[in-house]
């Protein structure tokens, strides 16, 4: 079966600390989503990772793709209360446009 | 540019009802897919398009029906109506190449059916 599952479900951060979340999937793929929702909102694409070893930055957000490990990390710096929201990552498990998403990380900061 | 636009944007159904959903999009695009996201779930994909006069099942297909008929439409169908198609419904498109790929997502439809 095929999987993606992100750790944690939710997390709490405090402003102005550093934070990882980890999004990893259960067969090889080379095509790694990362999108914002915020609450009642559509999906904002974030990054899109295309290939082992990608690493993407916007802003206070990094993401890096190791295909080797079935793992992507969304690394947060300093995070600030803009940023809360839930996040999902997809993969395209089967190389031919269908996404499997994960269930999503809520995330929320606090002052 | 409008980018992706969906119709309506809330309905509600009774049990048995048909209606059509309407993803339109003008970024000649040509992939085309259909989502439902539940609470506490992330997005599972219904149905997509890989191009004009193409459909393909998801992993949820089940109780819906799509066409493709132009390159800027996709739509999706529920011949009959059953509470569990209660759900928030969301129509992406995408340009997918080997180095670069931009998804873009409609603004939903909340569908609830009685």
């Known amino acids: 079966e095929l999987k993606v599952e992100q750790n944690p479900l939710f997390l709490s951060m405090q402003e102005g600390k550093n934070y990882t979340i980890y999004c990893n999937y259960s067969?090889?793929?080379?095509?790694l989503y990362w999108y914002r929702q915020d609450p009642g909102k559509s999906l904002e694409s974030l990054f899109v990772l295309l290939s082992n070893g990608a690493v993407k930055q916007e802003g206070r957000l990094m993401a890096s793709l190791d295909t080797k490990a079935r793992l992507s990390t969304l690394h947060i710096t300093a995070a600030v209360h803009d940023l809360s929201a839930t996040y999902f990552c997809a993969v395209d498990l089967e190389a031919n446009s269908k996404l499997t998403f994960g269930k999503g990380i809520t995330l929320s900061v606090r002052p | 540019n409008a980018g992706v636009t969906q119709t309506p944007k809330f309905r509600v159904l009774k049990t048995g009802q048909s209606m059509t959903l309407l993803c339109a999009q003008d970024?000649?695009?040509?992939?085309m897919y259909w989502y439902r996201q539940d609470p506490g779930m992330g997005l599972r994909l219904i149905h997509y398009s890989v191009g004009e006069g193409t459909t393909a099942k998801g992993e949820v297909p089940d109780g819906y029906n799509v066409s493709r008929l132009k390159k800027q439409n996709f739509l999706l169908g529920l011949e009959s109506a059953a509470p569990s198609q209660t759900s928030v419904y969301f129509c992406?498109?995408?340009?997918?190449?080997?180095?670069?790929?931009?998804?873009?997502f409609g603004p939903g439809t909340r569908l609830l059916v009685l």
């Open positions: 970024m000649n695009h040509e992939y």
């Open positions: 067969t090889t793929s080379d095509r």
């Open positions: 992406a498109s995408t340009v997918r190449g080997r180095q670069t790929e931009t998804q873009y």
